[in-house]
């Protein structure tokens, strides 16, 4: 049987759109101190900026602090690491680039899959690209006070705010 | 001849303060580790208070935290930061009790193994009876008035994240005077101890978990 092509260019497009909204963003929350944070990573005004950070997936939470350092021509480097000292990952991360935004350079081994990283990613390239004037997306009130949360489909979710 | 004599004493001091500097690997060993675990035997309490300094070269940055540090056999410990954040892990034997700026979360190390694995080091790496168990290959050296551990993981876990932890001993009692931990990636966290008191009744309080 022939298969004709405008309903074989449907499914592909179809599978494409499911798998692509797999990471896609569910909601962006925010509330209080939480539009400084996204004010400064919108605005990109910032050299240095190091954030109390919880990345949650599959009730499995992991905290500590983010470090974004700006290093020259759009580019900056980030590291999550936690208040022991233990980093998790380090990578590069460029806002106005393509596809590839997000860069690591080192990440521990119990993270080392695609769906963190990527989730992660995701989650940071939200977090550049946010603006509190825009509104949040459907989805869950603000939780706290000073809280930017970023959620995926895919359950994951990174929580940035300000350390008190 | 006063420039030859100059050019002399120069060398002398410098060559006094390389042979001061030098590491040596210590001889024998296990006399060294009986001398550490006499040192645990006797040492019911340690309280001190701790600066760390995170280096990640990466992002070419230091990070800088201070805290205060309590321990009591067996199986009590408190770290807490205070500078420049509030945060703090307590042990209470197989109770874990981490307060983050005001909020608390409670885990049982009895049945999470992880959490167990990482109060045993914890305590370990205080008391200095991680330097007797097998989860380490340790090599000892020694300069003026310090030992020095490198400890190299032999589990697997451990390995696929940490190069080595060196402990620096104090000569004169054999307490934990620095620890560093480098990570595979280049980046270390070394902790430094400081204002030591042994044997010092700990108010209960401070590892209380009710």
């Given at each position: 049987?022939?298969?004709?092509?405008?309903?074989?260019?449907?499914?592909?497009?179809?599978?494409?759109?499911?798998?692509?909204?797999c990471?896609?963003?569910?909601s962006?929350?925010s509330?209080?101190?939480?539009g400084?944070?996204?004010?400064?990573f919108?605005?990109a005004?910032f050299?240095?900026?190091?954030?109390k950070?919880?990345?949650?997936?599959?009730?499995?939470e992991?905290a500590?602090?983010?470090?974004?350092?700006?290093?020259g021509?759009?580019?900056?480097?980030?590291?999550f690491?936690?208040?022991?000292g233990?980093?998790y990952?380090?990578?590069?991360?460029?806002?106005a680039?393509g596809?590839?935004?997000?860069?690591?350079?080192?990440?521990?081994p119990?993270?080392?899959n695609r769906i963190?990283?990527?989730s992660?990613?995701?989650c940071?390239?939200?977090v550049?690209?946010?603006?509190?004037?825009?509104g949040?997306?459907?989805?869950?009130?603000p939780?706290?006070g000073?809280?930017?949360v970023?959620?995926l489909?895919?359950g994951?979710?990174l929580?940035l705010?300000?350390?008190e | 001849?006063d420039?030859?004599?100059i050019?002399i004493?120069?060398?002398l001091?410098l060559?006094?303060?390389?042979a001061?500097?030098?590491?040596?690997p210590?001889?024998?060993p296990?006399?060294?580790?009986?001398?550490?675990?006499?040192?645990?035997?006797?040492?019911?309490?340690?309280t001190?208070?701790?600066?760390?300094?995170?280096e990640?070269?990466f992002?070419?940055?230091?990070?800088?935290s201070?805290?205060?540090?309590?321990?009591?056999?067996?199986k009590?410990?408190?770290?807490?930061?205070?500078?420049?954040?509030?945060?703090a892990?307590?042990l209470?034997?197989?109770r874990i009790?981490?307060?983050d700026?005001?909020?608390?979360?409670?885990?049982?190390?009895?049945?999470?193994?992880?959490?167990?694995?990482?109060s045993n080091?914890?305590?370990?790496m205080?008391?200095?009876?991680l330097?007797?168990?097998s989860?380490?290959?340790?090599?000892?050296?020694?300069a003026?008035?310090?030992?020095?551990?490198?400890?190299?993981p032999?589990?697997?876990?451990?390995?696929?994240?940490?190069?080595?932890?060196?402990?620096?001993?104090?000569?004169?009692?054999?307490?934990v005077d620095?620890?560093?931990?480098i990570?595979?990636?280049?980046?270390?966290?070394l902790?430094?101890?400081?204002?030591?008191?042994?044997?010092?009744?700990?108010p209960?309080?401070?590892?209380?978990?009710?």
């Open positions: 049987m022939k298969r004709s092509l405008p309903p074989y260019f449907a499914w592909i497009s179809l599978l494409a759109f499911a798998l692509a909204s990471c896609s963003v569910k962006v929350s509330g209080g101190k939480a400084e944070i996204s004010d400064a919108s605005s005004t050299e240095k900026i190091n954030l950070a919880i990345a949650d997936y599959r009730d499995k992991l500590g602090r983010l470090l974004v350092k700006k290093t021509d759009g580019i900056y480097k980030i590291a690491y936690n208040e022991l233990m980093t990952l380090e990578g590069t991360f460029i806002p680039s596809r590839n935004y997000f860069k690591m350079n080192n990440i521990i119990a993270l080392d963190f990283i990527k992660f990613a995701k940071l390239q939200k550049f690209s946010f603006r509190e004037n825009a949040p997306s459907p989805g869950k009130p939780e706290g000073n809280l930017l970023v959620r489909k895919n994951f979710s929580g705010t300000v350390p | 001849m420039e030859m004599r050019n004493l120069m060398l001091t060559i006094s303060l390389e001061i500097s030098q590491e040596t210590v001889k024998d296990s006399k060294l580790v009986e001398q550490v675990n006499l040192f645990s035997q006797k040492t019911s309490t340690i001190a208070d701790f600066t760390q300094v995170k990640m070269s992002l070419e940055e230091k990070v800088i201070s805290g205060k540090f309590y321990f009591q056999k067996e009590l410990l408190r770290w807490e930061y205070t500078s420049p954040f509030s945060y892990i307590i209470n034997g197989d009790r981490i307060i700026e005001g909020r608390s979360k409670d885990f049982d190390a009895g049945s999470n193994r992880m959490f167990l694995e990482i080091i914890m305590t370990g205080v008391d200095g009876t330097l007797a168990g989860q380490f290959t340790t090599t000892w050296y020694e003026q008035g310090y030992y020095r551990a490198v400890m190299i032999n589990v697997a876990a451990m390995k696929g994240y940490l190069a080595r932890i060196e402990l620096k001993l104090n000569k004169e009692d054999y307490s620095e620890l560093k931990m990570e595979k990636s280049g980046d270390y966290t902790i430094t101890f400081l204002n030591k008191k042994l044997n010092e009744t700990i209960a309080a401070i590892f209380r978990l009710d």
